[in-house]
């Protein structure tokens, strides 16, 4: 397993990777990251049995990503669409210098980063998923003829995983023409706790939402969280069950927040309202904590009023009943 290394609030992200072949004597998966002019980007790809040298194409195609992201100009979604179109070149000129890999192709999903902010793309069926508060807000939709099946309402998305056309793909890099790649329209804005998993089919048809959702609210960092994952993954598997690689990352530093993810804003109010407690027994009540118009001076400035709006939060110590409790 490759892991990043613990970054301050401000640098990488924290990351890790686990890659194998599973019941298989090759492993045509491959994964890579690099530092970016604007941050880091993430690329994991399989290179499909189905066709020769499946290997050469994902290698071919993660260096292409790659090199073409920590070169981009800027952070946009014309500059990922470009490093996709570069995976494209770079598949098909491996076909053209090798005759064996004739006819290779390769899935690919790639995440950029930038601050706090993220660009996805793929082509295919290796999956990002993005959790945030614990629980999946978005997952990419594979290039496939079940996940084509299950948009029409032909299928339940559950049944994707054990559908008998599952590996039938309807996109691939390797192909004539351009890359086809689905991309994010627009950056998203991240938030503290938010946390990325790209993987390859191989592991998420083993490993189900649910469980990652639950390994994830579990884990201590990305590395932590992998394990978990690939030990439900290999209580499963039998046979010559396919390869599986999978980056987990957290993007955007837990600074600011307690043991139980409780936001430092709060445990400051907290704490400033025992103190008063303890020192209204003491005989020495303060004013209040005050928030808005009634803040003293040399707090931060105060938004200014719209007339007729209601007047500023004014929090008393002795206000407060012996019964509130934080949400």
Same mark, same amino acid.
């Given at each position: 397993?490759?892991?990043?290394?613990?970054?301050?609030?401000?640098?990488?992200?924290?990351?890790?990777?686990?890659?194998?072949?599973?019941?298989?004597?090759?492993?045509?998966?491959?994964?890579?990251?690099?530092?970016?002019?604007?941050?880091?980007?993430?690329?994991?790809?399989?290179?499909?049995?189905?066709?020769?040298?499946?290997?050469?194409? /994902?290698? %071919?195609?993660?260096? @292409?990503?790659?090199? #073409? +992201?920590? &070169?981009?100009?800027?952070? $946009? =979604?014309?500059? *990922?669409?470009?490093?996709?179109?570069?995976?494209?070149?770079?598949?098909?000129?491996?076909?053209?210098?090798?005759?064996?890999?004739?006819?290779?192709?390769?899935? /690919?999903? %790639?995440?950029?980063? @930038?601050?706090?902010? #993220? +660009?996805? &793309?793929?082509?295919?069926? $290796? =999956?990002?998923? *993005?959790?945030?508060?614990?629980?999946?807000?978005?997952?990419?939709?594979?290039?496939?003829?079940?996940?084509?099946?299950?948009?029409?309402?032909?299928?339940?998305?559950?049944?994707?995983?054990?559908?008998?056309?599952?590996?039938? +793909?309807?996109?691939?890099?390797?192909?004539?023409?351009?890359?086809?790649?689905?991309?994010?329209?627009?950056?998203?804005?991240?938030?503290?706790?938010?946390?990325?998993?790209?993987?390859?089919?191989?592991?998420?048809?083993?490993?189900?939402?649910?469980?990652?959702?639950?390994?994830?609210?579990?884990?201590?960092?990305?590395?932590?969280?992998?394990?978990?994952?690939?030990?439900?993954?290999?209580?499963?598997?039998?046979?010559?069950?396919?390869?599986?690689?999978?980056?987990?990352?957290?993007?955007?530093?837990?600074?600011?927040?307690?043991?139980?993810?409780?936001?430092?804003?709060?445990?400051?109010?907290?704490?400033?309202?025992?103190?008063?407690?303890?020192?209204?027994?003491?005989?020495?009540?303060?004013?209040?904590?005050?928030?808005?118009?009634?803040?003293?001076?040399?707090?931060?400035?105060?938004?200014?009023?719209?007339?007729?709006?209601?007047?500023?939060?004014?929090?008393?110590?002795?206000?407060?009943?012996?019964?509130?409790?934080?949400?």
């Amino acid at each position: 397993m490759r892991e990043g290394e613990q970054a301050p609030p401000g640098a990488a992200p924290r990351w890790a990777t686990v890659s194998a072949p599973g019941g298989r004597a090759n492993n045509e998966d491959r994964a890579g990251e690099t530092a970016t002019p604007t941050g880091h980007a993430f690329a994991v790809a399989d290179g499909l049995g189905g066709h020769a040298a499946g290997e050469r194409a /994902a290698e %071919a195609c993660v260096a @292409a990503l790659c090199e #073409a +992201l920590r &070169g981009a100009p800027d952070f $946009s =979604r014309e500059a *990922l669409g470009a490093a996709f179109e570069a995976g494209q070149r770079a598949v098909q000129e491996a076909q053209a210098r090798d005759p064996a890999a004739a006819g290779c192709r390769t899935t /690919a999903v %790639a995440l950029a980063l @930038a601050g706090e902010r #993220a +660009l996805w &793309g793929h082509v295919g069926d $290796s =999956r990002l998923y *993005l959790f945030r508060h614990g629980r999946v807000i978005h997952q990419t939709l594979d290039h496939s003829v079940p996940q084509s099946l299950a948009q029409m309402g032909a299928i339940r998305p559950s049944e994707i995983r054990r559908h008998p056309d599952r590996n039938r +793909l309807l996109r691939s890099l390797g192909g004539e023409g351009a890359a086809e790649a689905a991309l994010l329209e627009r950056p998203l804005a991240l938030q503290p706790g938010d946390a990325f998993l790209l993987c390859t089919d191989g592991f998420w048809e083993l490993v189900d939402e649910a469980e990652m959702e639950q390994a994830l609210g579990e884990a201590k960092d990305p590395a932590d969280w992998l394990k978990r994952l690939e030990s439900r993954l290999l209580a499963k598997a039998s046979g010559a069950f396919d390869n599986y690689t999978a980056t987990a990352v957290f993007p955007v530093p837990r600074a600011g927040r307690g043991r139980l993810g409780v936001p430092a804003l709060v445990l400051a109010l907290l704490a400033a309202l025992v103190l008063a407690l303890a020192l209204q027994r003491c005989g020495r009540e303060p004013p209040g904590l005050l928030i808005g118009e009634d803040a003293p001076a040399h707090g931060l400035p105060v938004p200014e009023r719209a007339p007729g709006s209601p007047p500023a939060l004014r929090l008393q110590s002795a206000a407060m009943p012996s019964s509130a409790r934080g949400a």
